[in-house]
T-cell receptor
Framework: DAKTTQPNSMESNEEEPVHLPCNHS???????IHWYRQLPSQGPEYVIH???SNVNNRMASLAIAEDRKSSTLILHRATLRDAAVYYC????????FGQGTELSVKP | SAVISQKPSRDICQRGTSLTIQCQVD?????MFWYRQQPGQSLTLIAT?????????ESGFVIDKFPISRPNLTFSTLTVSNMSPEDSSIYLC???????????FGPGTRLTVT
């Protein structure tokens, strides 16, 4: 079971930081934590991944709890183009998508 | 990363017919995947397609209904056979690159069965 738990929806204001939480309490030691997002009418887009340490890239930051049972995707300054469904996935070589968090961004 | 194209981008088909969807990637990849996204739903993995071996299907999906070919490291096809309206979905292919399993997705094929 590759289940993760995310809030169904979140709201943000434009140009403010957004913290998207994910619970993966049954994660095993070799599972990567991946985040993808799906903009309307597009295929999913890879955002970031990590194993144990916090990670940063040009799109976002990923903060992983020390016990690895939860993680948080951080968008430092939300824009209207960040409105999407964000999926947190335990990656064991194949992606099992949950329902994700639908992020809306208000101007 | 990888650039992935799919053909057709959309189609409307009659029930009982079959449609073959093509997925082309701009670099050689070992792992390719096919997903289905039903209206308003999340993605569901159909199968994993490795070059040189039979596709591995997820629970609820069978080869007779969704035959897959993987003739080389840059190309794969998914056929949706004997279609019914319940097959109306977006079908997406993806490829895996990198050592930590990140995947890149094609734009999808929107299928409507009437």
């Amino acid at each position: 079971d590759a289940k993760t738990t995310q809030p169904n929806s979140m709201e943000s204001n434009e140009e403010e930081p957004v913290h998207l939480p994910c619970n993966h309490s049954t994660i095993s030691g070799t599972d990567y934590i991946h985040w993808y997002r799906q903009l309307p009418s597009q295929g999913p887009e890879y955002v970031i991944h990590g194993l144990t340490s916090n990670v940063n890239n040009r799109m976002a930051s990923l903060a992983i709890a020390e016990d690895r049972k939860s993680s948080t995707l951080i968008l430092h300054r939300a824009t209207l183009r960040d409105a999407a469904v964000y999926y947190c996935i335990r990656n064991r070589g194949k992606l099992i998508f949950g329902q994700g968090t639908e992020l809306s961004v208000k101007p | 990363s990888a650039v992935i194209s799919q053909k057709p981008s959309r189609d409307i088909c009659q029930r009982g017919t079959s449609l073959t969807i093509q997925c082309q990637v701009d670099s050689q990849v070992t792992m390719m995947f096919w997903y289905r996204q039903q209206p308003g739903q999340s993605l569901t993995l159909i199968a994993t397609a490795n070059q040189g071996s039979e596709a591995t299907y997820e629970s609820g999906f069978v080869i007779d209904k969704f035959p897959i070919s993987r003739p080389n490291l840059t190309f794969s096809t998914l056929t949706v056979s004997n279609m019914s309206p319940e097959d109306s979905s977006i079908y997406l292919c993806s490829v895996e690159t990198g050592h930590s399993y990140e995947q890149y997705f094609g734009p999808g094929t929107r299928l409507t069965v009437t």
